[in-house]
C-alpha cells in the first residue's frame, strides 16, 4: 500500500480499483458501495468524458452541488493546479483516447482485441511521437489526480470505474500504479434495454436529474436491440482480451445480479481482494460523503440495493430472439441461460 512522505505525497504504489464493464452493468453502483469503506475513495469514472457531461454549469456532484461550485472538485483542481496541471472536469486529460494526434486517435478508435492485433496497434502508435509525448502526460495526470483525490479522502485504495478495456490497457502499464481489477458483468437482455433507452432505464429516478441535471431523454443514443446486444458482447470480449494478458490473482468476475443478491457479503469478498480490513459501511453507502461523476443513479436516495430485471418486462420476444442470435453464446458463457 502507499505510504506517506511528510510532505503529504505517497511514496510508492497508488492503490487502484479498477472496474471494467459494458456500460449500464452497475459500476456505478459498485464503485459507491466500495467507497464507503473508511480507507477507499471513488469519484466513479476518472478518465472524466467532458463531452458526457453536457452543460457543465448545471452538471451536478452525487453530493447534489453543481460541481463547478462543489468545495470538493475545488479542493481537486488546487492540488492539480499545485502539481502543475491546469484543470477542468470538462477537460481532464486523463482519457488515453483524447489525443490531439489524428494519426493516433484512429488507432485508439477500435476496442481492445487479440495480443496480435494489440502488438500491431502499439507499433503503429509508437511510430508517433506526438502519441509518445501525450502517453507522457496522460500517464502523469491520471497519477496526479488519484493522488490528489487519495490525499483529500485519507484514503488507501482508489475506485475507477470507467468500465472501458482501452483505458485499462494503458492504466496497467503506467508506473506509478498498482492496478487490481473487478470484472463486473450483468445480464446482456438488461444491458441492451438500457441501450435501447439509456434515460429511462440508465439515470437517475428524477427526470429533472438524468443528464447530470441537463435533463432530456437523451433520444440520440437510442440504439436498436441488434446495434445494443453487439455492444454489450464486443464490450466484454474486449474485457476478455485485456483479462489475459493479466495473472488471476490481479482479477476478479463478479456478476451484478450477485451484487444485488448479497451486496454486503460481495463488498467482503472485494475487500479482501484490496487488502482492505472488513467493514459494513456499504449497509448504509449514500449516507456517507461521495462526489461522484458518471452515471445518473449516483443522483438517487437511498441505500437499498435492487435488482433491475425491467428487460423481462419491457423486450419482446421478438427482441429477444434478436439478442439470442447476436450475443446469446457469450450470455450463455456468463451463466444467463432463462
Known amino acids: 500500500s502507499a505510504v506517506r512522505s511528510p510532505e503529504g505525497s505517497l511514496d510508492s504504489m497508488i492503490n ?13 453502483l459498485l464503485a459507491m458501495l466500495l467507497g464507503s469503506h473508511p480507507q ?166 428524477d427526470a429533472g436529474l438524468r443528464s447530470g441535471g441537463n435533463g432530456g431523454d437523451r433520444a440520440w443514443e437510442r440504439l436498436p436491440i441488434a446495434q445494443a446486444a453487439r455492444e454489450w458482447r464486443r464490450n466484454n470480449e474486449e474485457a476478455e482480451n485485456v483479462l489475459k494478458t493479466l495473472p488471476s490473482s490481479q482479477y476478479v468476475r463478479l456478476r451484478y445480479e450477485d451484487l444485488c443478491a448479497e451486496p454486503l457479503a460481495i463488498c467482503e469478498r472485494l475487500f479482501r481482494f484490496l487488502a482492505l480490513p472488513p467493514s459494513d459501511a456499504p449497509r448504509q453507502f449514500r449516507e456517507f460523503e461521495h462526489h461522484v461523476i458518471g452515471n445518473g443513479m449516483r443522483l438517487d436516495v437511498g441505500s437499498t440495493v435492487a435488482l433491475d430485471e425491467r428487460w423481462r418486462r419491457r423486450l419482446s420476444p421478438a427482441e429477444l430472439d434478436v439478442f439470442q442470435d447476436v450475443a446469446g453464446p457469450t450470455a450463455r458463457r456468463y451463466g444467463y441461460t432463462t
Open 40 to 205: 477507499a475513495c471513488t469519484v466513479g469514472e476518472l478518465k472524466l468524458n467532458g463531452s458526457a457531461m453536457g452543460e457543465l454549469a448545471r452538471y451536478r456532484c452525487s453530493c447534489g452541488v453543481p460541481v463547478l461550485t462543489c468545495s470538493f472538485w475545488q479542493k481537486v483542481q488546487a492540488q492539480m493546479e499545485a502539481r502543475g496541471h491546469e484543470f477542468r472536469l470538462d477537460d481532464a486529460g486523463t482519457d488515453y483516447r483524447d489525443v490531439r494526434s489524428a494519426y493516433a486517435r484512429r488507432l485508439l478508435r477500435p476496442l481492445c482485441r487479440g495480443r496480435a492485433l494489440e502488438a500491431v496497434r502499439d507499433l503503429g502508435l509508437w511510430l508517433s511521437p506526438a502519441w509518445r509525448r501525450a502517453l507522457r502526460e496522460i500517464h502523469r495526470r491520471n497519477a496526479d489526480l488519484m493522488e490528489s483525490i487519495m490525499q483529500i479522502t485519507g484514503s488507501r485504495v482508489i475506485i475507477d470505474s470507467s468500465k472501458n478495456g482501452l483505458r485499462l490497457k494503458y492504466l496497467l502499464r503506467n508506473p506509478g500504479l498498482g492496478v487490481k481489477v473487478i470484472h463486473l458483468v450483468r445480464d446482456g437482455r438488461g444491458v441492451s434495454l438500457t441501450y435501447m433507452d439509456p434515460a429511462g432505464y440508465a439515470d437517475a429516478a
Open 16 to 28: 487502484v480499483a479498477y472496474i471494467l464493464a459494458a456500460s449500464h452493468s452497475g459500476s456505478t
